[in-house]
């Protein structure tokens, strides 16, 4: 049997992605209709009801009636609309690679305006939110958020790239956009998941474990996805790379001492600690390994642009755990949570951060050799002047 191409693996990975989102849809949908409602459908649920417990399920959503019920009409935009977001990603998907270009600008209007109306309607709810009475305590209101802000940025981004006329930065911005935009339907997968892998543990805890890798899992995706989306080995005007070996050296040096000490801050918090430690560093070990043996191979193979684009999101993931550390003294004094909810967000939230950085020094870094090759062209040749006769 004939291994699979790189465009096999592209397609399932586009089919993945849309069997995934068209069984989130409706449940987002539908998710906040029961607390307006009392009795209405809930499929998301009852589905969860009968993969884990009815009990798993009760137990969890007890606590949300009042903080839901406060917010509760912008809580519904915000999931009737990312039910619609859940569609409209994959239509977009589709109308790119099959080059309908006029229907894909339409498509990505709606899409925006989705975006900031979904995303308006959860800072509504997390303003009017203190962050302890939310799902998982203080810890996941600042992933909410933290996911919330990158959303919008992202879009706004591949906006402004689209306008400029850069496709492939419009490209990468939004695909990291769908990546913050997909949290929300894997987090309910590994809702239903993670019981069978830690049994007896409920809802907020479970929660607690995938927050730990949603982060780096999405925007790891995101960077796939771009990076099997250009297929150019180089780029003209690169010049020098803004990732030199001294560069990616001290960002591993800093970020491995970093890693050490998130390790022993988090084990030093019993089993919990322990089981949000391995939940942290096993996709983070994953994305490590794929970014570094693919920046190895594409420098072997002298495709310049892909080592690059490799080597500063590997930089970025090598820096998480230093912004992470960074984020735990800031949440822990500046906001006066507890220690282990404070460790809890900032390793959380370091993966994302610094993704969405990275991904904008990629893009400056392609502004940048566009700029270069337009200095180096040679200046248009002035009008020659027409010779004129006086008049007699």
């Known amino acids: 049997m004939r291994p699979w191409t790189s465009s096999g693996w592209r397609?399932?990975?586009?089919?993945?992605?849309?069997?995934?989102?068209?069984?989130?849809?409706?449940?987002?949908?539908?998710?906040?209709?029961?607390?307006?409602?009392?009795?209405?459908?809930?499929?998301?649920?009852?589905?969860l009801g009968h993969l884990v417990s009815p009990?798993?399920?009760?137990?969890?959503?007890?606590?949300?009636?009042?903080?839901?019920?406060?917010?509760?009409?912008?809580?519904?935009?915000?999931?009737?609309?990312?039910?619609?977001?859940?569609?409209?990603?994959?239509?977009?998907?589709?109308?790119?690679?099959?080059?309908?270009?006029?229907?894909?600008?339409?498509?990505?209007?709606?899409?925006?305006?989705?975006?900031?109306?979904?995303?308006?309607?959860?800072?509504?709810?997390?303003?009017?939110?203190?962050?302890?009475?939310?799902?998982?305590g203080a810890a996941f209101w600042l992933v909410?958020?933290?996911?919330?802000?990158?959303?919008?940025?992202?879009?706004?981004?591949?906006?402004?790239?689209a306008v400029g006329g850069f496709p492939d930065l419009h490209q990468?911005?939004?695909?990291?956009?769908?990546?913050?935009?997909?949290?929300?339907?894997?987090?309910?997968?590994?809702?239903?998941?993670?019981?069978?892998?830690?049994?007896?543990?409920?809802?907020?805890?479970?929660?607690?474990?995938?927050?730990?890798h949603l982060g780096s899992l999405v925007v790891f995706g995101a960077l796939i996805a771009s990076r099997a989306r250009d297929s150019r080995d180089t780029v003209e005007g690169l010049g020098r790379s803004w990732a030199p070996a001294p560069v990616t050296a001290a960002a591993h040096l800093a970020?491995?001492?970093?890693?050490?000490?998130?390790?022993?801050?988090?084990?030093?918090?019993?089993?919990?600690?322990?089981r949000l430690l391995v939940a942290y560093l096993l996709p983070y070990a994953l994305a490590y390994a794929v970014m570094a043996v693919g920046a190895r191979t594409a420098g072997r193979a002298g495709r310049s642009w892909a080592r690059e684009e490799w080597r500063i999101h590997l930089v970025g993931l090598c820096l998480a755990p230093v912004l992470s550390a960074g984020a735990v003294a800031v949440f822990q004094h500046s906001l006066g949570l507890g220690r282990f909810t404070a460790l809890t967000a900032g390793v959380a939230i370091g993966c994302g951060m610094t993704a969405f950085g990275a991904t904008a020094v990629v893009s400056l870094?392609?502004?940048?050799?566009?700029?270069?090759?337009?200095?180096?062209?040679p200046p248009a040749p002035l009008p020659t002047a027409r010779a004129t006769t006086p008049a007699a």
């Open 172 to 212: 990468r911005w939004m695909l990291l956009c769908y990546g913050y935009l997909l949290t929300a339907p894997l987090l309910r997968l590994e809702w239903g998941a993670l019981p069978t892998v830690l049994p007896g543990l409920p809802m907020t805890e479970i929660n607690r474990v995938a927050i730990m």
């Open 11 to 47: 397609r399932a990975a586009a089919v993945a992605v849309t069997v995934v989102c068209l069984w989130y849809a409706p449940i987002a949908m539908t998710e906040l209709w029961s607390y307006a409602r009392p009795g209405a459908p809930a499929p998301g649920e009852w589905l």
């Open 255 to 274: 970020g491995a001492a970093a890693l050490v000490w998130i390790v022993r801050a988090l084990s030093g918090h019993g089993a919990a600690g322990r």
């Open 365 to 377: 870094r392609l502004m940048y050799a566009r700029e270069v090759l337009r200095r180096a062209a």
């Open 55 to 136: 009990r798993y399920v009760a137990d969890a959503l007890a606590t949300r009636v009042a903080p839901y019920r406060h917010s509760l009409a912008p809580m519904i935009v915000h999931s009737v609309l990312g039910g619609l977001l859940m569609l409209l990603g994959p239509a977009q998907l589709l109308t790119a690679a099959r080059r309908r270009a006029r229907l894909h600008r339409a498509l990505g209007i709606v899409f925006a305006v989705t975006v900031y109306a979904s995303m308006a309607g959860a800072g509504l709810y997390l303003a009017r939110t203190a962050p302890g009475d939310a799902f998982s």
């Open 144 to 161: 909410l958020a933290t996911i919330l802000v990158g959303t919008v940025l992202s879009v706004t981004f591949g906006i402004l790239a």
